[in-house]
């Protein structure tokens, strides 16, 4: 077993813990341009707050952190559909290929 597929391992029982605390959720994915949802684990973090490079905060930003699965392609403009509130996936942020964390948009 590989580190990333061990990591990705942990990541998803992690995640398995997490929900069932009520501290993580699951989603629906659609990659754009399909009709078909795909069911996801996710994070997501409202309100973050970030220094830019010439130290401006940006503020109020949401970021998702998708766990890695086969059969889950992440592209930016993909909608996630968490707790009946649908979010655009925007930017990539990091992707370890084990979690791969997204800046969204309601939407």
Known sequence: ????????????????????????????????GSSTAVPCEVYVDRDVETIGGLRQFVANRVEIAYVCRDGLVLVQGGKVKIDGIAYTNSKIVSDDGSLSRWTVRNG
Not at 14 to 22: D, V
């Open 1 to 32: 077993m590989s580190q990333r597929e061990f990591l990705a391992d942990l990541d998803a029982a992690l995640h398995a813990g997490f929900a069932s605390a009520g501290m993580a959720e699951v989603g629906e994915y659609t990659a754009p």
